[in-house]
């Protein structure tokens, strides 16, 4: 059965740490994986992967897809508070998406 | 442009109610899906609507039947609302399926008593 796995499930830092998300997959037809940040409501789209190796980066947020280990890192650098929320990984196959269960980040002051 | 559009917000049922949560897009996407979100468990698909006039079940279609009213509208309907349907619905949308990002509706908190 197709599925997405998260690590870890929840993570604590403080202001300025690095942190590092990890996401892998075993699903048919991969098309794309996606990350999204959701803090109080829905889901925000942050990076969408198809090729390997290439890193994709949005400021202090980075990520990078390894197709041959079916996986994905998400990067965050300089953390803020700003950066709590449940950070979520999201595999598109031919037809549809399937999560995570996601990553509950917090950053302490 | 209001992107995607959930109505209600809250909703509370008793056991054996029935209801519809709607939802509409104004971004002119092809694709539409329903979610539910429980606590550690991630979204999990209900049903997908990949183009107008065709929709399919998703991983957790039970208890649930959907309508795609014309291209902008995706409705959810519980026939028979249970206790385990308590969750928060989460409708989305997308240019296609396959390769683009979804977009997210605000989501619609439901209780089932």
């Known amino acids: 059965e197709d599925k997405v796995v998260q690590s870890p499930l929840s993570l604590v830092v403080h202001e300025g740490d690095t942190v590092t998300l990890n996401c892998s997959y075993e699903v048919t037809n991969f098309r794309s994986l996606l990350w999204y940040k959701q803090e109080k409501k829905a889901p925000t789209f942050l990076f969408m992967l198809?090729?390997?190796?290439i890193e994709k980066k949005s400021g202090r947020l980075s990520s990078i897809l390894d197709k041959k280990e079916l996986s994905s890192i998400l990067n965050i650098t300089a953390t803020q508070t700003g950066d709590s929320a449940i950070y979520l990984c999201?595999?598109?196959?031919?037809?549809?998406?399937?999560f995570g269960a996601g990553t509950r980040l917090t950053v302490k002051p | 442009n209001a992107g995607v559009t959930q109505t209600p917000k809250f909703q509370v049922l008793k056991t054996g109610q029935s209801m519809t949560l709607q939802c509409a897009q104004d971004m002119n996407h092809n694709s539409m899906y329903w979610y539910r979100q429980d606590p550690g468990m991630g979204l999990r698909l209900i049903y997908y609507?990949?183009?107008?006039?065709?929709?399919d079940k998703g991983e957790v279609p039970n208890g649930y039947n959907v309508s795609r009213l014309n291209k902008r509208e995706f409705s959810l309907r519980l026939e028979s609302a249970a206790p385990s349907q308590t969750s928060v619905y989460f409708c989305a949308s997308s240019r296609d399926r396959g390769y683009n990002e979804q977009f997210f509706g605000p989501g619609t908190r439901l209780t089932v008593l």
């Open positions: 198809t090729s390997s190796g």
């Open positions: 999201a595999v598109n196959r031919n037809n549809d998406m399937r």
């Open positions: 609507s990949a183009s107008e006039g065709t929709t």
